[in-house]
């Protein structure tokens, strides 16, 4: 602890300023009664921006993607309507491992002391509802008080950081403006150091199975972009001059050039040579891996027995179980320890190659949509794919330094065009490509004007395909209601906003295609493509026929045989 | 209990069965995987009517509106990411009292029982966080298997129906082809009958009451709505002679023309004949009254001591709580005791007249804006408000049979455009005006499509002020966290649907309004309005001012005096 002396500051003040020194820099949110005051407490002191979103849903989503590049990001609502408004974009933090911090501005204490009724509340006499449902999708939940705003905001701050999930909190509207003591210190973001025995144990331990085996190989999971680690994984590959794969949900950690990246291990419909070295491999060091039926193949993923699975804050090798070890110091540690590799080759990497399409005023295909799109990516793009046939991102090979942005795990259709927004004010100077469907754009279409109000330029690709195909290929292929409206989607921009200078192209051909992919990216492009209900890449309706007897089991519907199955 | 044999059905055919038993005709919701075997259901038997909607929060909203008409409504939304989505609504469902039933397709129970890893869900080996996090916004709730099932779907929609309040329930994607024995009869929605002594009792000690008073007077709230009891109070009033009130959540639920109509009780807000006739009582038959600082003139509201509060399932007396007796035998009981009155004369009620506006030429006023909806209201309209200064309406007089849509306790801003899909659905053959803000539509507007896909022709009149105007009353008079993005609002139903024959219109004098008030409306109608971002009726104002000084307390940034004030 220090032993600087403390001062005194305006709790909402407070708060901001710790945002603040923990890299937050905009603030995400709806206005309502019980928040403005620190709105305009924000504005006053200026500590963040504030970035106004149409909907408290699209302002989770867009914390959300703001964290994922950010490290830490914010969202503000308002009591009740706003914070059950927004808890499906933070239970979505917390699938993902995203470190995101939910305030919402509540009932004055007055009214939870004096039990008065009050808008946007139950209406029933408990005012805790909202703290209790949100203790489900959240590593840790208060309710602020002048008590216990010093620790509490400092506590879950803290816990978001270093759990990588969501926190929760509750700001009563009428004690914002009142002082109290606070720490001198600002506020570091930094983990408890390892246990010294604990950690050189499992550092040793590793080193000796790493080195004493023959194939080992490394496998990546979304965790190793959210605690930092990626740099020291591929220097450890390097220096054993080993194999490294990633999960679906990590694709691009690992940059994708890099010699000894592999692919995406997914287990069956993973490329054979990646199947191999992960199956096969006699020391597998697994970061932060979680099966789920959507990233293992519906489960045929099959690591090795004896594989070392590390974590944020632990590791287990063999039948021992590290705890209080950071996952960067044993990384650090392991890279010191372990002898450099010379004698195992890197395996060569195929350069992505754009091939042209066979007739250019043919109608457009996904297959040509996809090999056109490969094409359009470079160096440091920001890629961002929603759930449908778009899944056909993961087929293609990002050049060097670009991010991947989807949610996978959770799956929340129209996740991305709010977390656009949030990865478009995180880092501006990027290029952010979007691919969304019809059906995912229709949840939260609104946010494009956020994104034109603030003059973001990402590049949007969406595919007018007349509804959810990926559902098609579950149930239902020619069923309505798989069906949505037909929406002029190109228009939008101009309609969000009135003097937009964005680009829309609706494309219908591979030649549209390339008339779109060709124009100068100095305003928001937006590309609408028509295509067919029923097509899509074989491994996206592959996964989703797959799916359908995962999920109805032998007595379901999808025997009946009307899926949407891929070309042979 | 029957003694009916009991026949077999499959989990999801009698789901589907019972809803339509209770009434449900139409389904709302998003398709997603672990809910397409039971929209394949629905599509074979023809059960109900699947309504699609963009997002599910827009579901939870169609389906709370809907049930305000039909008695209960539905929807189906699929784990984790569809509910929570839709739990905004449905928590405002359980605030305003409305019966909806909330079914998730969820994660098949083969996972749950493995513990397999899938997407929708936490991914932390836990399958209950989305049933906890609805207990906490819901009367009921229940994970479906082929055990419960027969069972528990009869609890939860017996529960909403008798409670007026959501229930949640979760059917596992791998159930609902699964057969069980289900019961013969059909499901009737029926209060258990009341206690016969403790209803004598209750009857006898209210009529007791009533016949000794001076001054007796009802006060109704949105319970007499929900409860279906507006017949029996207008009945009592007339037998009694005696004045009727509404609190502003059951404004409309008695008939405004009604000759003991007396208007709006909302403390010291009200007009001076309803608040003497309300707080001078010497029995009040108070139904339902639910006080909050938005129904009371923030707490102004002052009920007589010896008020008897009859609720759906219970009466206070005095000192005495009755239980086991329901509303609507209670009034009826007490319509049947009581004596007819004779001596008290009915209060003349001015009718409503719509003034013409002095300039028709001058830039549109809210004080000329609601003078001319004044004189377009007609009988047997239902008429929705956003909350923002829409809330004007409440000023208004409603002709006969019309219907009042509001989110009042809850006060989610964006309800009324999903809501109003639902009435729509509802009562197609009614007339449906909505009366929404800029900030409020932005959050769910996409549903408009939704609404032009079936051919609806609701009214749809929007102001667009540049923001939040009823916060700026707030705080924040000319912030810009106050602000939003400025759209082409009238333009939205040609991008919604490429063939709309929607008449659209830009207002921005009296003038251009009246040419817009007298189009026909043999389609949808959309009339955006420009208006001041500082213009609203003074009741607005003084509400929004009055709830700062509520919210934010004696050391809040009101004091700093740059509201929103109203002009005197």
Redesign the interface.
């Known amino acids: 602890m220090s032993n600087s002396p403390n001062r005194r500051m305006k709790i909402g003040d407070f708060l901001l300023c710790r945002l603040k020194e923990a890299g937050v820099r905009h603030l995400f949110g709806?206005?309502?009664?019980?928040n403005?005051?620190l709105?305009?407490?924000?504005?006053d002191t200026g500590a963040l921006k504030?970035i106004?979103t149409?909907?408290e849903?699209n302002a989770s989503y867009a914390a959300d993607g703001y964290a994922r590049l950010n490290g830490l990001g914010a969202l503000l609502v308002t009591n009740?309507?706003g914070a059950?408004?927004a808890?499906?974009g933070v239970?979505?933090s917390?699938?993902e491992h995203v470190p995101v911090i939910c305030i919402a501005g509540s009932?004055?204490l007055?009214?939870v002391e004096r039990g008065?009724?009050?808008?946007?509340?139950?209406?029933?006499g408990s005012y805790d509802?909202?703290l209790?449902?949100y203790a489900?999708?959240t590593a840790a939940h208060a309710r602020l008080t002048p008590r216990n705003a010093a620790v509490e905001i400092d506590r879950l701050i803290l816990t978001a950081w270093r759990e990588k999930r969501p926190v929760y909190m509750e700001l009563p509207?009428?004690i914002?403006?009142?002082d109290i003591e606070v720490p001198a210190d600002p506020l570091t973001l930094a983990d408890a150091p390892s246990d010294p025995e604990r950690l050189r144990s499992c550092i040793a331990a590793i080193v000796r199975r790493l080195s004493a085996a023959k194939s080992p190989a490394i496998l990546v999971d979304s965790d190793a972009d959210r605690f930092g680690v990626a740099p020291e994984l591929m220097q450890l590959a390097e220096k054993m001059q080993i194999p490294i794969a990633v999960i679906n949900t990590a694709k691009s950690v690992i940059d994708e050039p890099f010699p000894h990246y592999l692919g995406i291990y997914i287990g069956k419909p993973s490329e054979p040579h990646v199947r191999e070295a992960i199956e096969t491999s006699d020391c597998l060091l697994a970061i932060g891996y979680?099966?789920?039926?959507?990233?293992t193949g519906d489960?045929s993923a099959s690591l090795p027995a004896n594989t070392i699975h590390a974590r944020g804050h632990s590791v287990d090798v063999g039948d021992d179980n590290y705890q209080a070890v950071t996952l960067k110091e044993v990384l650090n540690g392991v890279i010191d320890a372990i002898p450099r590799a010379t004698s195992r080759a890197s395996r060569p990497v195929a350069p992505a190659v754009a091939r042209p399409h066979a007739d250019p005023s043919a109608k457009l295909t996904q297959a040509a949509y996809w090999q056109a799109m490969q094409g359009y990516l470079r160096e440091g793009d920001v890629l961002f794919v929603d759930n449908g046939t778009s899944y056909a991102l993961f087929g293609l090979k990002f050049p060097p330094k670009c991010t991947f942005v989807g949610s996978?795990?959770?799956?929340?259709?129209?996740y991305s065009v709010g977390a656009l927004l949030g990865t478009l004010t995180a880092a501006p100077e990027r290029r952010h490509i979007l691919f969304v469907g019809d059906g995912s754009f229709?949840?939260?279409?609104?946010e494009l004007?956020?994104i034109?109000?603030h003059d973001h330029k990402p590049v949007i690709f969406l595919i007018n395909n007349g509804g959810?195909t990926i559902?098609r290929g579950?149930?239902?292929k020619t069923?309505?209601?798989?069906?949505?409206?037909?929406?002029?989607y190109a228009?939008?921009p101009?309609?969000?906003?009135?003097d937009t200078r964005a680009r829309s192209f609706v494309v219908k051909t591979v030649n549209d295609l390339q008339d779109a992919l060709a124009a100068p990216n100095d305003t928001l492009i937006f590309v609408e493509s028509i295509m067919d209900p029923h097509d899509a890449l074989a491994p996206v309706m592959n996964s989703?026929n797959k799916?359908?007897d995962?999920?109805?089991?032998p007595?379901?519907?999808q025997r009946s045989d009307n899926q949407l199955r891929p070309v042979q």
């Not at 008065?116 to 029933?124: C, I, K, Q, S, Y």
């Not at 229709?442 to 609104?446: K, L, N, P, S």
């Not at 101009?494 to 009135?498: A, I, P, S």
Request: hydrophobic fraction near 35%; charged fraction near 15%.
């Open positions: 709806v206005p309502g009664d019980y403005l005051e709105l305009q407490q924000l504005q504030w106004g149409c909907s849903l009740g309507v059950l408004s808890i499906n239970g979505g917390y699938s009932i004055p007055r009214s008065l009724g009050m808008h946007h509340t139950m209406a029933d509802h909202f209790d449902a489900h999708v509207s009428d914002a403006y009142l979680r099966p789920l039926e959507v990233t489960f996978v795990n959770w799956g929340s259709i129209g229709q949840v939260t279409a609104q004007s956020t034109l109000r959810y559902e579950y149930l239902g069923e309505t209601y798989n069906d949505i409206a037909n929406w002029s228009d939008l101009k309609v969000f906003r009135r989703s799916g359908a995962l999920d109805y089991g007595r379901g519907p």
